[in-house]
């Protein structure tokens, strides 16, 4: 039995009469005979019964209609939701952003929801590392993340946007008139990093490493307000991207380059080789059409 069959007999037994049930399915009255035909064989009962003009059901004519009533309009209901979701009149998007890149993410996000209000955006802040692996096991649909990746044959990437790297100092003492930080001197003093699922944090610590330098890594936090605030308090000292240095209070802090090649890179990335909801599509859209100097590439 299929929904073509099914809605065959149910047309005919609301109509009482194959000519009129052939007529509003645009079929011929000698196909539904057979199709019906076919259908009693199948269920290896008779469904309609003749008397004279009247089309009567059995018992098991009955069932099959009222089931197939209820089975035609949840199938009619898939239809109209899956239309839906095409037109992105509704739908989910599962995104995954950093907590230090969510202050950078209104702007697209903001586009996205006049665009599409019917979708639910569902948003996961964990450190790049995390949501990487989030995007593998198909706990999120696509995230924003800091280049580069691990794995990257398994992810297609929409590059967005590169950013200096700064240290972020109290405006006091030796750090007022600096021009920038050599790397190396940041072994004297306390470091305010990242936590170690922060993709960021990892290649500070690689370019310690490759360096020979032993930091002190005083504080670990996965909230960029934190360590801003750490650093006020005189805690020590933290590296942070350009734009996030820019929204601090420059009567207090001050933020100067690091003299490094390191920078903060960020793509939106993707599992390759999946196929991509539209909600998914319309995302990666709204992204182009927001940093229009992002061009896409598969990792």
């Known amino acids: 039995m299929d929904i073509k069959t099914l809605r065959y007999f ?49 018992d098991t004519g009955r069932v099959v209609y009222e089931r ?16 839906d979701i095409r037109h992105l009149d509704k739908g989910t998007l599962r995104l995954g952003i950093p907590p230090m890149v969510g202050m950078l993410m209104a702007g697209p996000i903001g586009l996205y929801r006049q665009r599409y209000p019917g979708v639910e955006l569902k948003i ?24 580069p990746v691990e794995d990257e044959h398994q992810f297609a990437t929409l590059p967005l946007f590169s950013h200096p790297l700064y240290v972020l100092a109290p405006r006091s003492g030796e750090w007022v008139q600096r021009e920038y930080v ?6 004297s003093h306390p470091l305010l990093i990242y936590n170690e699922d922060f993709s960021l944090s990892r290649q500070l ?6 360096r020979g330098m032993n930091p002190h890594i005083a504080v670990r936090s996965g909230q960029w307000d934190f360590l801003a605030a750490m650093v006020q308090a005189g805690v020590g000292i ?11 209070d420059k009567t207090l802090l001050t933020w100067i380059p690091l003299r490094s090649p390191l920078r903060w890179e960020l793509a939106l990335i993707w599992r390759e080789g999946i196929y991509l909801s539209h909600s998914a599509q319309a995302w990666l859209s709204c992204c182009k059409s927001y940093w229009p100097a992002a061009t896409g590439q598969s990792a």
């Open 68 to 83: 197939g009533i209820a089975i035609l309009a949840e199938f009619r209901q898939l239809e109209d939701e899956l239309s």
């Open 124 to 147: 996961s802040e964990f450190g790049s590392l995390t949501v990487q692996q989030a995007v593998i096991n198909g706990e999120l649909d696509m995230a924003i993340t800091a280049l």
């Open 238 to 248: 933290a590296i942070l991207p350009e734009p996030i240095c820019r929204k601090l």
């Open 10 to 58: 149910v047309e005919v037994v609301r109509q009482q009469n194959f000519t009129r049930a052939a007529q509003n399915l645009y079929v011929t009255q000698p196909t539904i005979s057979k199709m019906l035909r076919n259908l009693e064989e199948e269920l290896g009962c008779t469904l309609l019964i003749r008397d004279g003009r009247k089309l009567l059901l059995t």
């Open 205 to 210: 610590m690689q370019l310690f490493a490759a």
């Open 182 to 187: 050599e790397p190396q001197e940041l072994s």
